[in-house]
């Protein structure tokens, strides 16, 4: 069936996209949506409700795409770490690790007061 077959896996690898001197993989990752109080019956209490079982128990699910850069320009990879609204969790320590394989500190430091 290819690659938009329908998986349950709570995670799916889902593909690349290109941005302006980058390129993101992209993962899509199912997460369950807890009910909220506004649609519990207000005449049953939280803990019971959720624990009785009924014919209409059923968990729903939104799916969440998450980017994480994979390559990119030495200027957007230091865009990237310096981007706080945008940080990917173990991107700092990756990139901080790594740099001396594709520039200097000298460069990177002068990036980093260019910003």
Known sequence: ???????MDPVQEW??????????GITLCREPVLP??????????????????SA??????H??????LK????????NHLLDSEHQEP????VFLS???TFTTTNTLIELLFQR
């Not at 069936?1 to 998986?7: A, E």
């Not at 593909?15 to 993101?24: L, T």
């Not at 209409?56 to 699910?61: A, D, E, G, L, W």
């Not at 173990?90 to 320590?93: E, K, L, N, S």
């Open 1 to 7: 069936m290819g690659k938009w077959r329908l998986s």
């Open 15 to 24: 593909g690349e996209e290109v941005e302006e001197g980058a390129v993101f």
């Open 36 to 53: 909220s109080p506004s649609t519990q019956d207000p005449s049953e209490p939280l803990a019971e409700s959720s624990s009785t079982p």
């Open 56 to 61: 209409f128990n059923f968990i729903q699910y």
């Open 63 to 68: 799916t969440v795409k998450v980017r994480r």
């Open 71 to 78: 390559a990119g320009t030495l200027e957007r990879l230091v």
């Open 90 to 93: 173990d991107y700092v320590r």
């Open 98 to 100: 790594t740099y001396r």
